[in-house]
């Protein structure tokens, strides 16, 4: 049913929506998460709260302001919570959503700064829907379908356009005013020209001067680039093994940052002119990681984050040495997210059906 799924994702039952604060840094609590593990930070992470979402966690993103968190479940509900109090105020559904059933795959926020009508919210979802959500009014304000299982999506930094990518080959290019289709960027049909994916894509990304020129990353172990105005990829560096939102341009250097679900090579920095690999970064000494989510945060250091030693790490990007952990997550994270506040850092990971919000200080 889940066939989009990388490693099987054990369901938990759905107990409602909990918040539990921390009674102190070291990661204890006035009430227990119902899973047997007791997470903890370490270095310069710490707990600020633990939000029990009642379903698995499968997407999150942070609104423009850091104030708000959306949260994309596997039974395709979508919640939005108000960031510090954890409280749920928004909750997505409609008939759609709940005669699918399918998880949601992909959460992107409107690029601009809040509209008068409020925050606007595109969602992807397993059973092919892509819906634009209106957050203060939770209603569905326009729904496409697509013919697959879509996994992915991101919007260029005018928010003019927005793309779609799944579980075939095309990346869907999409005007966001009329969201009409404008074109389909895909590979020759000759198999002995690799200018496209020829398997699943799972993370897009716009470079960070321009708004036609992107990168893309799947299961076939390259990343492709792109203009939005070309049928095929330009060009392409093999490598990266993506199988989750874990592809991102440094905004300033404009290095790619690829995480990679393998036991080897897991964590990679490239040179995005001409696809030289710079830096293998190495595993924490506490084992390694299949990465599912990775992160740029500011000028000094990376996040990543995945399954087997199922934990969050932060990363020196000069000395590549973890300083900030979160460690004993009952499960593998499949999404993170990173908002940056007055002096800090605030981080969402999510593992199973909980949504652990950290806190890091800026240095």
């Known amino acids: 049913m889940y066939s989009f799924l990388v490693t099987p994702r054990r369901l938990v039952?759905?107990?409602?929506?909990?918040?539990?604060?921390?009674?102190?840094?070291?990661?204890?609590?006035?009430?227990?998460?119902?899973?047997?593990?007791?997470?903890?930070?370490?270095?310069?992470?710490?707990?600020?709260?633990?939000?029990?979402?009642?379903?698995?966690?499968?997407?999150?993103?942070?609104?423009?302001?850091?104030?708000?968190?959306?949260?994309?479940?596997?039974?395709?509900?979508?919640?939005?919570?108000?960031?510090?109090?954890?409280?749920?105020?928004?909750?997505?559904?409609?008939?759609?959503?709940?005669?699918?059933?399918?998880?949601?795959?992909?959460l992107r926020f409107f690029p601009q700064n809040q509209t008068s009508s409020g925050d606007l919210l595109l969602a992807t979802y397993a059973s092919g829907l892509v819906k634009f959500w209106h957050l203060s009014s939770q209603t569905c304000l326009h729904t496409l379908t697509e013919n697959r299982q879509t996994l992915t999506s991101v919007f260029n930094h005018s928010g003019k356009r927005f793309l779609t990518a799944g579980s075939n080959t095309a990346i869907h290019v999409y005007d966001t005013e009329t969201k009409h289709r404008v074109s389909t960027c895909q590979p020759s049909p000759s198999m002995t020209i690799m200018n496209g994916h020829r398997s699943r894509v799972f993370a897009l990304a716009f470079h960070p001067e321009s708004n036609e020129q992107f990168i893309s990353g799947g299961w076939d172990n390259t990343v492709q680039f792109w203009n939005t105005q070309s049928q095929h990829a330009l060009w392409k560096l093999s490598g990266p093994h993506v199988c989750g939102d874990a592809l991102q341009f440094e905004p300033l250097t404009h290095r790619i940052l690829t995480g990679s679900w393998r036991k080897h090579d897991s964590l990679q920095i490239w040179d995005s002119k001409t696809g030289k690999k710079l830096h293998e970064i190495p595993d924490d000494y506490r084992g390694h990681s299949r990465i599912y989510s990775c992160r740029w945060m500011g000028s000094g250091h990376i996040m990543a984050a995945g399954s087997e030693s199922n934990m969050c790490?932060?990363?020196?990007?000069?000395?590549?040495?973890?300083?900030?952990?979160?460690?004993?997550?009952?499960?593998?994270?499949?999404?993170?997210?990173?908002?940056?506040?007055?002096?800090?850092?605030?981080?969402?990971?999510?593992?199973?059906?909980?949504?652990?919000?950290?806190?890091?200080?800026?240095?």
């Open 13 to 106: 039952p759905n107990i409602g929506a909990k918040l539990y604060l921390p009674a102190d840094n070291l990661g204890t609590w006035d009430f227990k998460c119902p899973e047997p593990s007791k997470p903890i930070s370490e270095g310069d992470l710490q707990i600020m709260s633990i939000i029990d979402c009642g379903e698995e966690v499968m997407s999150c993103q942070f609104n423009q302001g850091g104030k708000l968190l959306a949260v994309g479940l596997i039974n395709g509900n979508i919640k939005v919570y108000k960031m510090r109090e954890g409280l749920c105020v928004h909750m997505l559904s409609d008939v759609d959503t709940v005669n699918k059933g399918l998880p949601v795959t992909s």
């Open 313 to 363: 790490r932060v990363i020196d990007r000069n000395k590549f040495l973890t300083t900030g952990c979160l460690v004993d997550l009952p499960g593998g994270v499949y999404c993170t997210d990173v908002t940056e506040e007055t002096g800090n850092f605030l981080i969402a990971v999510s593992s199973q059906s909980c949504i652990y919000l950290l806190e890091m200080p800026k240095k």
